[in-house]
């Protein structure tokens, strides 16, 4: 049984296996959708954005880089909370981004799952239920 099933978020990643880890340690926390490329997240927005709450975008990617992502995504899609996970650390287009207020926040590989689920409960405290 999912804890907070009103709370579904997207984790886009170009590598399989940190959609694998990442989907294991949410699976039971929240509804997760996973993708592996910026199009394919783009997609299920367009199916889902009724219904995803949160997106969580990798940094590093072969065709668009996660706040390229992000942008075009949070045009088309403004009443979701957006963060980035990168392996790389925080740099300056990320600090661009959280001052745009582009994304909430940032995390590192690899993560801190406690600290990702305190991120996506407090910015969604006031749409649950509970």
């Known amino acids: 049984m999912i804890q ?12 399989k296996d940190n959609l694998f880890v990442f989907k294991a340690n949410f699976n039971r926390k929240f509804e997760v959708i996973t993708t592996l490329s910026p199009n394919d997240a783009l997609h299920e927005l367009d199916l889902h954005h ?28 403004k009443n979701i909370f957006y963060y980035i996970l990168t392996g790389y650390g925080h740099n300056e287009e ?5 001052e745009d ?5 940032y995390f590192t590989k690899p993560f801190d799952a406690l600290e990702i689920e305190k991120a996506i409960l407090d910015a969604t405290s006031h749409l649950r239920r509970n």
Do not use: Q
């Not at 907070?4 to 590598?15: G, K, S, W």
């Open 94 to 98: 990320i600090e661009e981004a959280i």
């Open 50 to 77: 009724d219904e995803i709450i949160v997106v969580i975008s990798d940094m590093r990617m072969p065709d668009m880089n996660g706040v390229e992502f992000i942008k075009r995504a949070k045009a088309k899609y």
């Open 101 to 105: 207020k582009l994304i909430e926040k």
């Open 4 to 15: 907070h099933p009103d709370i579904t978020v997207l984790y886009l990643d170009d590598e």
